[in-house]
């Protein structure tokens, strides 16, 4: 089992940023890939930014230039750096600890409200 915790949403004007903090622990050692998704109310939970084990990374075409991905010293931690936050970016933001596409998992979120 792995657990996953985020910390580090919170409230922020448009134009600020914040910066989310992810931790995963117990059996990490197969852990490829570490994401960040997020989902807005009535709306799907969407992928932000991933990164792998290697360090390559993904993002999001509307998080391109504004969010940046890392990970920490030891591969079972990851941030996510976010400027030029919009009011649209309002979510909760959701930690993945991905092993395989059919084994994820997820931590209990962290919201993220931006305020015009």
């Known amino acids: 089992q792995v657990q996953v915790v985020e910390s580090g949403g919170g409230l922020v004007q448009a134009g600020g940023s914040l910066r989310l903090s992810c931790a995963a622990s117990g059996s990490i050692f197969s852990i490829n890939v570490m994401g960040w998704y997020r989902q807005a109310p009535g709306k799907q939970r969407e992928l932000v930014a991933r990164?792998?084990?290697?360090?390559?990374?993904v993002y999001a075409d509307s998080m391109k230039g504004r969010f940046t991905i890392s990970r920490g010293n030891t591969k079972n931690r990851v941030y996510l750096q976010m400027n030029s936050l919009k009011p649209e970016d309002t979510a909760v933001y959701y930690c993945?600890?991905?092993?395989?596409?059919?084994?994820?998992?997820w931590g209990q979120g962290t919201q993220v409200t931006v305020s015009s």
């Open positions: 990164i792998t084990s290697g360090g390559s990374t």
């Open positions: 993945a600890a991905i092993k395989s596409p059919d084994l994820v998992y």
